[in-house]
T-cell receptor
């Protein structure tokens, strides 16, 4: 089975600063999707950003961007100009056509934003 | 557009009791997923439906867990009898089509505590 690894259980960032969350994955597939989800305390998980493996260009959504390194199987999330509302658990997820459409999630990174 | 609805939000039961969770996906979404999220871990897929048919239930502990999706809309997940290790958040998600490229939209989850 595919594995997704988030090696940073906890991270903190000063408000207005930039933080990068790491994610690595293991796969032998060439076509797959990667996702970053945000799960605020006691609230539902929402999609932050997604990346198709065939696209070389890194995805960007406002203050959120990814650094996708396909050869290294790395998919990090950069949050610029961090805001208090960014505090949450962040999960990296992987899917491909052979996984039956299920997502494989990492163990998450808890992000604290310091005022 | 209404999101994925789940109820109840919280449930506390004694071990060996039964419990049921309900999920209403986003209107028009063909695929529905149930995940189990144990504290400190990422969500793990239990079962997925396409319309009212089961696509994958390979990770569902069928001796105690059951799920159905009548008429291809709402879904119910049941645990009977519950064990201490079933304490977790049960997440329901839906996606528009049956494709690994589709974003999954998550509900708020049901937090189950088994005493």
């Amino acid at each position: 089975a595919q594995t997704v690894t988030q090696s940073q259980p906890e991270m903190s960032v000063q408000e207005a600063e930039t933080v990068t969350l790491s994610c690595t994955y293991d796969t032998s597939e060439s076509d797959y999707y990667l996702f970053w989800y945000k799960q605020p305390p006691s609230r539902q998980m929402i999609l932050v950003i997604r990346q198709e493996a065939y696209k070389q260009q890194n995805a960007t959504e406002n203050r959120f961007s990814v650094n996708f390194q396909k050869a290294a199987k790395s998919f990090s999330l950069k949050i610029s100009d961090s805001q208090l509302g960014d505090a949450a658990m962040y999960f990296c997820a992987y899917s491909d056509s052979n996984t039956g459409n299920q997502f494989y999630f990492g163990t998450g990174t808890s992000l604290t934003v310091i005022p | 557009e209404a999101g994925v609805a789940q109820s109840p939000r919280y449930k506390i039961i004694e071990k060996r009791q039964s419990v049921a969770f309900w999920c209403n996906p986003i209107s028009g979404h063909a695929t529905l997923y149930w995940y189990q999220q144990i504290l400190g871990q990422g969500p793990k897929l239990l079962i997925q439906f396409q319309n009212n048919g089961v696509v994958d239930d390979s990770q569902l502990p069928k001796d105690r867990f059951s799920a159905e999706r009548l008429k291809g809309v709402d879904s119910t997940l049941k645990i009977q009898p519950a064990k201490l290790e079933d304490s977790a958040v049960y997440l329901c998600a839906s996606s528009l089509e049956f494709s690994f490229t589709d974003t999954q939209y998550f509900g708020p989850g049901t937090r189950l505590t088994v005493l």
